[in-house]
């Protein structure tokens, strides 16, 4: 076993083809598959499973990909202390629901830890995709929230993916609406009193269920609805349209500027916001980084609305036995 070999998983795993990963790291397609192929046999190892649909990560696989990046990651750093060789390109990615205080963090981490060389990932995305995402190593972690109505679906889908939820914050649910709105200068907001304001949500594509759904309270019907794919349309339409959508309350300004408010919304859910990541991995430096960047991000004296709404835990709610 190389670390050359152990470069061509993480590409592969990373790229998702044999094909594109060959390209980026300059070699022909046989090549690496040989590579692999000779790494597996010497290990007696699965590493990846083929198909007809292309190319993925065992879960024997996950594991070893795992260790493989701290392998890379600490021979990055002999090679950069001792023989004065350039640091290697990082490499980071995160899935999330379309939450500012990702993005937040996010900025955080790039700003720190940012060389010449990186590539970083945000992906903002549809529920389903975050946990197919981090379950396939496409991202190291996933930023997603579970309340009473989903969480037993979501529970079943991150133990059948071998994922754990660690808990972030529990928040009140609020509407986010223009300053312009009528209802902006409300200490609370109704249910009944939304009733006739255009209700807008993320799309969540073919896996459209409430279980899935970004926003609480998705089983109630509105004479008004829009779906929408991006955090900035979404945006556009609650100023342009006097719209609202029902989130955690945790907004920033510097990202979203003023004319977006948070105002609490009177009902008796909770919003359990939290991160999900493989339960036999350990997160990388990076990924380390990003946790405690998310928990700065929500921390008292931190530049987002609403802070009383939330309350902080550092324990996993639930893991997939």
Known sequence: MTLQQLKYVIEVAKRGSINEAAKRLFITQPSLSSAIRDLEEELQLTIFE???????????????????????EQADLLESRYLNAKPSPQHFSVSTQHYAFAVNAFVSLVQEYGQDEYEFALRETKTYEIIEDVRSMRSEIGILYVNDLNEKVMNKMLREANLQFTSLFIAKPHIFISVNNPLARQKTVSIEELEFYP?????????????????????????????????????????????????TGVLSADLNGNEIIPVPLDCEEIIHVGWISHKSTVLSKL?????????????????????SSIRTYRRTVFRSN
Do not use: C, W
């Open 50 to 72: 083929r198909s007809n649909k292309g190319i993925t990560l065992s879960k024997e696989g996950i594991e070893f990909l795992s260790y493989a990046r701290q392998v890379i």
């Open 199 to 247: 209700y807008l949500s993320f799309d969540q594509g073919e896996y459209n269920s409430f279980h899935f759904s970004e926003e609480i309270l998705s089983t109630i019907t509105h004479h008004k609805s829009i779906r929408v794919n991006d955090r900035a349309t979404l945006f556009n339409l609650l100023i342009g349209l006097n719209g609202y959508t029902i989130s």
């Open 287 to 307: 990924g380390t980084a990003y946790v405690e960047a998310l928990r700065k991000a929500i921390a008292p004296g931190a530049n987002t609305s609403k802070r």
